[in-house]
Structure formats: structure tokens, C-alpha cells
């Protein structure tokens, strides 16, 4: 059974600090470009930052760029997303997604229930 587990959200002030995980199971997480999506109440889902499926390539969003930052643990089955100076703008729910590249066994796309993050005072 697949599964994506995302924790770490939470509240926080502006400008403070955030580090969202989530852990995957039931696939070859290796096999998948992994992503942070986001959501914002009354606004659609947006790509937050992707990394490849080794980890040596990592895109962002322009909103993130210089204030996020995307890892990846293979051998943890593990994705990161670290979150500084976060504004309130940042505030949604946080949803990690698994992208099965050309070798997966599955051509499906798989996502997590999400975490919310407010940034607020």
C-alpha cells in the first residue's frame, strides 16, 4: 500500500522557521521525482520546489527560491522541505507528491494528505 505521510507543519510567527517531512512506503521511492505542492485557501495548488530522483537536481518555485530548500533521504525514504523567513503569504497546506519517472513500475502519481502551515502572529 503506498503511502506519503507528511508532519512538521504547524503555527509559526513571521519570518520564523519551519521544516516540513514526509515518508513514503509502497513504492521504489528512488524511482520518483519527489515535490512540495501547496494550497492556499480559494487558490489553486501550486509547485512549491521538485528534486530528482538522486537528489542532485532541485527546482523552485519563484516564491521559494532563497528561502526554501528541498532534500531527500533514499535511504530514509524521506523528503524535506526546510522553510526560513516564512511569510504569511506562505500560509496553506503543504502536500508532498511522488512522480514515477520512466523506470517506476507505475506510471501513477502519488500525493500525501497534507500539513498545514500558518504564518501569523
Known amino acids: 500500500q503506498v503511502q506519503l505521510v507528511e508532519s512538521g507543519g504547524g503555527l509559526v510567527q513571521p519570518a520564523g522557521s519551519l521544516r516540513l517531512s514526509c515518508v513514503a512506503s509502497g513504492f521504489t521511492f528512488s524511482l520518483y521525482v519527489m515535490s512540495w505542492d501547496r494550497q492556499a485557501p480559494g487558490k489553486e495548488r501550486e509547485l512549491v520546489a521538485s528534486i530528482s530522483p538522486v537528489g542532485g537536481m532541485a527546482d523552485y518555485a519563484e516564491s521559494a527560491q532563497g528561502s526554501f530548500t528541498i532534500s531527500r533521504d533514499n535511504t530514509k525514504n524521506a523528503l524535506y522541505l526546510q522553510m526560513n523567513t516564512l511569510k504569511p503569504e506562505d500560509t496553506a497546506t503543504y502536500f508532498c507528491?511522488?512522480?514515477?519517472?520512466?523506470?517506476?513500475?507505475?506510471?501513477?502519481?502519488?500525493w500525501g494528505q497534507g500539513t498545514q502551515v500558518t504564518v501569523s502572529e
Open positions: 507528491q511522488a512522480v514515477p519517472t520512466p523506470l517506476a513500475w507505475s506510471p501513477l502519481t502519488y
